[in-house]
């Protein structure tokens, strides 16, 4: 089945303690993304890669990293979490950078960060 | 400044009845429009999508109508049905790098 994959759905955590949000697709994408869903603020980009290697931010990134080592994998990474970081994350991908059938998203990971 | 806006944050509707979902954009460069449904404890799912070259969409019960000119889109979904109830994310592309999404709005369609 084409999906992207995410883990851990759930995590609590506490400040400072740093964590890896794991996102896998296994559709051969070149474009992948990551977003953070908070009530009144919708959907907002935390970082994208169009392609292995190549990453950029988009209009959220601050107290995040990420990686694209291969074409399958993008985890985020949250070196020292913050309460406002907690969030409900999404991670998301598309075969290209023409968005014709928008993105494929992930069934999301609901951090809370004590 | 948000660029896609959705200004109502939640819908009520009979079901059977018509159901129009509203979306504004401030950004010209926007040049292809999508609508997302998403379900509680699910991802967001892609439901239709519009070319700024075209005015009108159609899918099954959904149509996407896009105005250029008042920067306005609407999604009618006919007629709507309980499964219907779920948040309705407008998304819009305006380059690589990546598509700018509104703040949603909760559909709920009462029996």
């Not at chain 1, 990453?55 to 080592?69: A, F, L, M």
């Not at chain 2, 509203?22 to 292809?32: E, H, I, V």
């Not at chain 2, 149509?63 to 309980?82: E, G, R």
Request: with cysteine; glycine share 8%; charged share 20%.
């Amino acid at each position: 089945e084409a999906q992207v994959t995410q883990n851990p759905r759930y995590l609590i955590t506490v400040t400072g303690k740093k964590l890896t949000v794991t996102c896998s697709q296994n559709m051969n994408h070149e474009y992948m993304s990551w977003y953070r869903q908070d009530p009144g603020l919708g959907l907002r980009q935390i970082y994208y890669s169009m392609n292995v290697e190549v990453t950029d931010k988009g209009d959220v990134p601050e107290g995040y990293k990420v990686s694209r080592k291969e074409k399958r994998n993008f985890p985020l990474i949250l070196e020292s979490p913050s309460p406002n970081q907690t969030s409900l994350y999404f991670c998301a991908s598309s075969p290209n950078q023409v968005f014709l059938y928008g993105y494929t998203f992930g069934s999301g990971t609901r951090l809370t960060v004590v | 400044d948000q660029q896609v806006k959705q200004n109502s944050p939640s819908l009520s509707v009979q079901e059977g009845r018509i159901s129009i979902l509203n979306c504004d954009y401030t950004n010209s460069m926007f040049d292809y429009f999508l609508w997302y449904k998403k379900y509680p404890a699910e991802g967001p799912t892609f439901l239709i999508s519009i070319s700024s070259i075209k005015d009108k969409n159609e899918d099954g019960r959904f149509t996407v109508f896009l105005n250029k000119s008042a920067k306005h889109l609407s999604l009618h979904i006919v007629p709507s049905q309980p499964g219907d109830s779920a948040v309705y994310f407008c998304a819009a592309r305006g380059g690589a790098d990546g598509l700018t999404f509104g703040k949603g709005t909760h559909l709920i369609i009462q029996p």
